[in-house]
């Protein structure tokens, strides 16, 4: 069979099949759902990062509906020095995040923060009804035209324009929520807006956790499986976060305080990522090749306080920081703990988020609060 040949139905449901057979698909009703919402309704045009790197698609280009139901993020909106700020997220993601959703009731909305181009609302409006499902952007252009789709699709969501931070009050309350860009910490809002027994699906720095609300809002669970780096929350439509790669010529030449340390990790590996992530959700870190020798940065722009870190061969590093903050002594205990405890995946992690907002990470017996 040619490529051409494919009809999008055939794809879609290659894809659906593929999501459960590695277990991001569990339940019949999401099955259902992802093999009923057309992708290719909501994204017309996109950036997919393939072999070849970074390639454009149309909806009239040869591959087009090929790239839509690869599983893949698609970029749909870039700013001006050409950060992604909207997209279409990968279905794997998607799938293991829905099916993590457990509503309180079979009756209260479902609120979906992050709208992008819509897919996401679509699948929810498929489960859920779309007279359930809230769905709310801080882009109002994403907005209207995530509207358009939808109406396309023959889905009706409620959409609402404003920072996902704040929830959707005029909806509340929820029975449960879910949030497709990335968060360093769970907003107040979200537990004072879900009913309690409902619970928060979220991106929270590079994991993904589930967490149920119980009494005075006080939330627990656990991190899923997988990782995830979504595009970080931004307070409006035209305000992106200055990227870590901007830091680069600082963090390269600073000079501070010096010393020798022991590198339990090296900070940009998959799960030391994620507790960095956790432990640093203001913090910004990158990796640099000076001099054919990989060193990695760590910068807090708003207190200036910065750390290197230049690994030796015998596991050990040179540490030069600089600023009121010592960067890399808040992140170390993380990395020396996940190391004893043999490197543990992401879903071995839980989190409670207290009634005040404090937030505090759990690694069997061991627990760290994080700062706020
Ligand atoms: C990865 S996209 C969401 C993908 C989408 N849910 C889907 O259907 O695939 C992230 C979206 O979050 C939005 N966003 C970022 N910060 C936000 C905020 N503070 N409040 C609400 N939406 C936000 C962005 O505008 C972007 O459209």
Redesign the pocket.
């Known amino acids: 069979m040619t490529t051409t040949a494919t009809s999008a139905e055939e794809l879609r449901h290659r894809m659906v099949e593929q999501l459960a057979r590695e277990g991001a698909l569990h339940s019949s009703e999401w099955r259902a759902a992802f093999d009923a919402v057309p992708r290719e309704r909501f994204v017309h045009g996109f950036t997919r990062r393939t072999e070849r790197g970074l390639v454009t698609y149309d909806q009239d280009d040869p591959g087009y509906l090929e790239a839509v139901y690869a599983d893949d993020s698609l970029n749909t909106q870039y700013d001006e020095h050409g950060t992604a700020?909207?997209?279409?997220?990968q279905p794997t993601v998607?799938a293991h995040m829905v099916e993590a959703l457990a509503p309180a009731s079979d009756t209260l909305p479902v609120l979906?923060?992050?709208?992008?181009?819509?897919?996401?609302?679509a699948l929810l409006s498929h489960r859920y009804g779309s007279a359930r499902v809230v769905s709310?952007?801080?882009?109002p252009a994403?907005v209207s035209a995530a509207d358009d789709h939808l109406a396309a699709a023959g889905y009706a969501p409620t959409l609402s324009v404003g920072?996902?931070?704040e929830g959707c009050p005029d909806h509340a309350p929820y029975g449960a929520l879910i949030a497709?860009?990335g968060t360093g910490r769970i907003p107040d809002a979200w537990r004072a807006q879900v009913a309690r027994g409902g619970n928060i699906v979220a991106a929270l720095g590079y994991g993904l956790i589930s967490l149920t609300i119980g009494e005075h809002a006080r939330a627990t669970g656990h991190f899923l499986p997988i990782l995830a780096a979504?595009?970080k929350?931004?307070?409006g439509p035209d305000v992106a976060p200055t990227p870590a790669r901007g830091y680069a010529g600082t963090l390269a030449t600073a000079e501070g305080h010096t010393r020798e340390i022991e590198l339990p990790a090296k900070p940009d590996e998959r799960m030391p990522s994620f507790l960095g992530s956790l432990a640093h959700p203001d913090v910004l870190d990158l990796s640099m090749l000076i001099e054919g020798q990989t060193r990695y940065g760590l910068i807090h722009p708003n207190t200036r306080s910065w750390a290197r870190i230049t690994p030796n061969t015998d596991g050990t590093a040179r540490l030069d920081h600089g600023g009121p903050r010592n960067l890399w002594t808040e992140r170390a205990p993380l990395l020396e703990a996940w190391r004893a405890a043999g490197g543990p995946n992401a879903d071995a992690y839980r989190l409670t988020v207290h009634p005040d907002g404090t937030h505090e990470l759990h690694l069997g017996e061991q627990t760290w609060p994080l700062p706020s």
């Open positions: 700020t909207s997209s279409s997220s998607m979906d923060l992050g709208t992008g181009p819509g897919y996401n609302a709310r952007d801080v882009d994403l920072d996902g931070a497709t860009y979504f595009m929350a931004r307070t």
